[in-house]
């Protein structure tokens, strides 16, 4: 959609009630909806975004919503007639994070995905073969008791390229077999295993198969036959047996069990044993992990051993398993990870409450952490759904309490703008706290909630006075922090995942990003490149040199990609383009007598100087800025601001093809309109290509924000406010840092009130 036709509304605060977009925000916090039909069963996932997601069916179909700004809005729903099977609508993330909605109706193997605002249909248009429940061969008088039997699950999955698998056990010549359909994109390929054992004569259709797809999409088969828990794999061509396990536990009883991956092949199984213990029956979890080396059991929680009933288990790198422990007097959810082959609670200690007394709903969903994301539970209460997230040693209602008064924080350093970073649903925000102990606050929005970092170890150097730090977020959504210290302007950068902070680069291991001589530069910014590597740009005004250098593998230090002579007097700025390649800008006042800006963008290991920009000619009535502010748009598109004349709005200017344009004034100045503190101008593109600009109005006290976009600055948008005020308050509004995402723009600054000043965050959502 163009930036022409992309309306958006009014600026909210994160954790309170976001103003309506295409949804219905639901009527109190943590609440996804207040009236789900019989039966509605809800799954949930995060998206790649930290985002939690949940999925119900819901005459005429299913529903969805997502957490956004504190409360659930609805996505798009499904339409279907007849949605039905066991767990009825399922959720999971594809090979490339997506989330993707699965189900059946009546027979057809529904598949959908979660792009943006929108819901895509990748279902099949023809059913899959039909089920077979009678036993092959010549006719047999067998005598039955009169029991109704249950139809055991069909299993449905997605490989890697989101297309359908289902999968069920079935009576064959003598024996069950496993039998699975895949879809093609043009036609259904069946594969079937005999002899996955035997044929119960009166309820031939009972026995069960766990269907699930590896990273890259080829499918596994999991049965139980009696105590033996074996695992087929598809070799391309065929199902063959890679494992097989016989627990040396007795147990009265033995659940399905569940499979999940590692990186480099490793399988994680995990079942349940019924047990007799504290006078009663209890489900003693199990699990094991299994490589070329053979399986063994995984360690357990030193103290308290794993009861209850598995509602959730998943692989990768960190595995992590959900369970509802109900054995006791009080139910609880318990959330475990392994880290190392080391089990980590991630959901406190037995005192720790829960959601409400789980007896009473059944089977909740579990949406497993994803990145720095929080375990959280959704689940049924009467026909109400409700979800609840981890939070400081307990479940809470998501949206359950705005932000304080004060905003994100207070003791913002006067004169030094908050550093902003977006990335899909998550947003950072870092600021400099001035007096005796200065250090560097990091705040961090998961989608669903605020996390502070905690304190940075700061033992390499505290943060240079005046020294805006720099952030980004990784794909992970980690935030990566670089800031210059006191000691000489030496360098320090660190990541944070949501524990504690990783030191990537301390002076005190060498010399800075920039080389031997870079102990005295200006560290300025930190972006992703188009690979994922950390990249640090810095300045080194003795030398006049201007450089970026990248992240080596784990364990190691920095590398010089480039450096190159610049005018670095005033701080340069960075960012990155749509194709992910940093893009550093500097500014330079010739001859006192106008402005020139020179770009550059790093295409492998060396920079590519796009052309100069020059300023009319400029009078001699200020003080050079201190900085400026630089953008990327999605098309190749560039752009600067900074602020000068005392008498003047922003100058903005755009490069877009092969030449730059200066823009005109985004507005008349006040009287008393500055620069100096306060007075820098921030900008972004948002996803649609408009440039947004955001600068304080020195007259009215206001941070304002504007849109460019159609070649003129557009006025009057859905939800504006008077004066296109961001800030609306009492307090003086200085020092804005504006950024943006696929889904929204958020624009954070600083109020001073008296000699203290505290940080602040609104943001606006758009439409697609």
Known sequence: MSAETTPDRGWFALGTSAPPSSATPAPSPGVVSPSAGPGATPSAVYDAEGRLVVAWAAAPGVRLRRLEGGRFQDLPPISAQNVGGFGAVMLARDSAGRVLVYFFEDTRARVHRIEGNTVVDL????????????????????????????????????????????????????????????????????????????????????????????????????????????????????????????????????????????????????????????????????VWRSDEKGSREAKQPADRPLFGQILAFAGGARPRIAVLDTSGTRSELRVVAWENDTPVELTGDPGAADFPPARSHGSPSVALPEGSAPPA??????????????????????????????????GVAEGIAPALAMRGGKIAVAWLVDGAKRTIVVRRWTGCAWETAPELPLEPGRPGSGLRPAITIDAEGRVLLVFSTSAGGAMVVARWGGRSWELLHVPRNGAAPGGHHAGQALAFGVEMDGSGAPVVAWADRANGKLGLSRHLEQGQDFRLISSDHAPVYITPAMTTDGAGRPVVGMLDWKDRSAFVGYTRRLEGDRFVDLPPWTSAATPNSGFPPERFDLAAGPSGEVALAFRWNPAEAPYVALFKGSSWTTLSAPGAAGAGDAPGPGGSPAITFDK???????????????????????????????????????????????????????????????????????VLLRCRRYEH
């Not at 959704?378 to 998501?398: K, T």
């Not at 849109?707 to 005020?725: L, Y």
């Open 123 to 286: 279902s099949p248009k023809t059913p899959p073969p039909a089920r077979v429940f009678s036993i092959p061969g010549p006719p047999r008088i067998v005598a039955c008791p009169a029991l109704i039997q249950p139809i055991a699950p069909a299993q449905l999955a997605v490989d890697g390229e989101g297309r359908p698998m289902v999968a069920w056990a079935e009576a064959g010549i003598g024996a069950m077999r496993a039998v699975v359909h895949r879809w093609t994109g043009a036609a259904w390929v069946t594969w079937s295993f005999p002899g996955i054992g035997p044929i119960d004569d009166c309820a031939p259709h009972t026995k069960s198969v766990t269907l699930t797809p590896d990273p890259k999409g080829h499918p596994y088969i999991t049965f139980r036959d009696k105590r033996a828990i074996s695992v087929l794999a598809w070799t391309g061509s065929a199902f063959t047996t890679e494992s097989s396990l016989l627990p040396e536990h007795d147990a009265i009883y033995m659940s399905d069990p569940w499979l999940a991956f590692g990186p480099k092949n490793v399988h994680w199984k995990a079942w349940n044993e019924q047990i007799t213990g504290n006078g009663g029956l209890r489900y003693r979890v199990h």
């Open 377 to 410: 539970v959704v689940y049924r209460g009467g026909n109400e759904i409700a979800a609840r997230i981890w939070s400081a040693g307990a479940y809470h209602a998501p949206g359950g309490a705005a932000e304080p008064e004060d905003g994100l924080g207070r």
């Open 688 to 758: 649609a290509g408009g440039l947004r600009l955001a600068y304080a109005d020195r007259a009215s006290g206001e941070v304002l924000v504007k849109r460019f976009v159609g070649g003129a600055w557009s006025t009057n948008e859905a939800g504006a406010t008077p004066g296109d005020s961001v800030s609306q308050s009492e307090g003086a509004s200085v020092d804005p840092a504006i950024a943006a995402s696929d889904e929204a723009v958020c624009v954070a600054w600083s109020e001073r009130e008296g000699g203290e000043g505290r």
